[in-house]
């Protein structure tokens, strides 16, 4: 988007933004909980690693799409 645009996201709906040609590809994360990590029944768990946390996002946030590599820093 440039600066003289204005445009709303919906967080969670995946779409993809750039602040500026040459920015990175940006997405909105939803505000919201979710269970992060794998439940003791599953297969090659790693038990000591791998305990269930429940994660809260307060607010949304934008972050890359992608990974930025060495070069994009």
Same mark, same amino acid.
């Given at each position: 988007?440039? =600066?003289s !645009?204005?445009?709303c996201?919906?967080?969670g =709906? ?6 500026c @040609? @040459?920015c +990175?590809?940006m997405v909105v994360? +939803?505000?919201g %909980?979710f269970?992060?990590g %794998? +439940?003791p /029944?599953e297969? #090659?768990?790693a @038990? /000591?690693? #791998?305990?269930?946390v429940r994660?809260t996002?307060a607010? +949304?946030f @934008?972050?890359?799409a992608? =990974?930025?590599?060495?070069g !994009?820093?």
């Amino acid at each position: 988007m440039g =600066a003289s !645009e204005r445009r709303c996201l919906v967080p969670g =709906a995946g779409k993809r933004f750039k602040d500026c @040609a @040459a920015c +990175p590809q940006m997405v909105v994360v +939803p505000a919201g %909980s979710f269970t992060m990590g %794998s +439940p003791p /029944e599953e297969p #090659e768990r790693a @038990a /000591e690693r #791998e305990d269930q946390v429940r994660v809260t996002i307060a607010r +949304p946030f @934008a972050i890359g799409a992608f =990974a930025v590599t060495r070069g !994009e820093f």
